[in-house]
C-alpha cells in the first residue's frame, strides 16, 4: 500500500523533495519523467515585484462572489489535511513557456459546437468569482482563495453538450497532464476556468493563462495550464488517475489513492 501519509514539512519553509514528491505519486520512477522543485512560495513570489496579494476572508467579499460550499462550513480543513499559509506550487515536469499567441482552448467531443477558442476570444467569455479552499492530496490545505475566470457552465453553454455526455477531461497539452471528472462534478456552481487569483492576474507557475478550479475535489484535480475540454459518454482516467489516485478525489472522503 501506498504511503498515505508523506512526511512532508508544513511550515512556512515548505519544502518537497524529489524523492517525497515520488512518494506523494506513490511510484518509483527514474529518470526525467517526473521532475519537482516546490521552493516556498507565496502566490506572487515572481511577478513584478511591487504587486502584493490580497488575502481575502469570507467577510470582505463582495456579494457578487459565489461562495463554495466548504467555505460555509464550520470546520473547512479535510480529514488528514493541514492548514499551510504558504502558497505552494506543484506540479510535475516544468512551467511550460506559454505564447499568450500561440494558446487556444479547444472544445471537443459530444458537443453540437466544437471549437477552438484562441487567447483574445476565451479573455472575452463573461466571467464570475469564486471563493474556495483548496486540499491537495499530499496534505496542504490553503484556504481563503479568491478566483476570477469563466464558469464551467459558461463552456459548457457554448459548447451545447449533447446528452449523451456523462463525463470530462479537462487536458493540458503541456506534458500531456489531464484530470476527468463526471459532468455532474464539473458543472458545480463554484467551477471556473480561472484566470485571476487573490485579484491578480495567474502566474505562470499556478497556471498561466488559465486554470482549471474544482473546489469540491482534490488539487489534482485543478489542471494548471489547460488547453481543453472534451466531452465523453465513457469515464478515461486522468494524469494521476491512470497511476492509482482515486478516480473521484473527494477530500471529505479522503479519496486519495
Ligand atoms: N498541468 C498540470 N496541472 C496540475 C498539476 C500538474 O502537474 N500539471 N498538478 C496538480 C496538483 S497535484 C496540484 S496540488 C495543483 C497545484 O497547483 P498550484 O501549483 O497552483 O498550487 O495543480 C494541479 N494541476
Ligand atoms: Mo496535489
Request: hydrophobic fraction near 35%.
Amino acid at each position: 500500500m501506498k504511503d498515505l501519509n508523506p512526511k512532508i514539512d508544513m511550515n512556512k519553509t515548505w519544502h518537497i523533495s524529489r524523492r517525497e514528491f515520488l512518494r506523494h505519486a506513490g511510484l518509483l520512477i527514474t529518470g526525467t519523467a517526473i521532475a519537482s522543485s516546490i521552493p516556498l512560495s507565496a502566490c506572487r513570489n515572481n511577478t513584478e515585484g511591487t504587486e502584493t496579494a490580497t488575502t481575502f476572508q469570507t467577510e470582505t467579499l463582495s456579494t457578487d462572489v459565489i461562495y463554495s460550499p466548504d467555505t460555509l462550513k464550520e470546520n473547512r480543513i479535510p480529514p488528514g489535511q493541514r492548514e499551510v499559509q504558504a502558497c505552494p506550487i506543484l506540479h510535475e515536469g516544468a512551467i511550460p513557456q506559454i505564447d499568450h499567441s500561440e494558446w487556444t482552448f479547444t472544445i471537443s467531443g459530444l458537443v453540437e459546437n466544437k471549437n477552438a477558442l484562441t487567447h483574445s476570444e476565451f479573455m472575452a467569455l463573461p466571467t464570475v468569482k469564486v471563493f474556495s479552499d483548496v486540499h491537495c492530496v499530499t496534505g496542504w490545505t490553503k484556504l481563503n482563495n479568491l478566483w476570477e475566470g469563466v464558469s464551467s457552465r459558461e463552456i459548457a453553454d457554448l459548447a451545447k453538450v449533447k446528452s449523451e455526455a456523462k463525463f470530462v477531461i479537462v487536458k493540458s497539452d503541456y506534458r500531456k497532464y489531464s484530470a476527468n471528472m463526471t459532468l455532474e462534478d464539473f458543472l458545480k456552481e463554484d467551477v471556473l476556468f480561472a484566470v485571476k487569483h487573490d485579484g491578480l492576474n495567474l502566474t505562470d507557475a499556478h497556471g498561466a493563462p488559465a486554470r482549471l478550479v474544482v473546489p469540491s475535489l482534490y488539487f489534482w484535480k485543478s489542471v494548471k495550464w489547460v488547453t481543453g475540454i472534451e466531452f465523453t459518454d465513457r469515464d478515461r482516467p486522468g494524469f494521476w488517475e491512470v497511476f492509482g489516485y482515486n478516480n473521484h478525489g473527494d477530500p471529505w472522503k479522503e479519496e486519495r489513492y
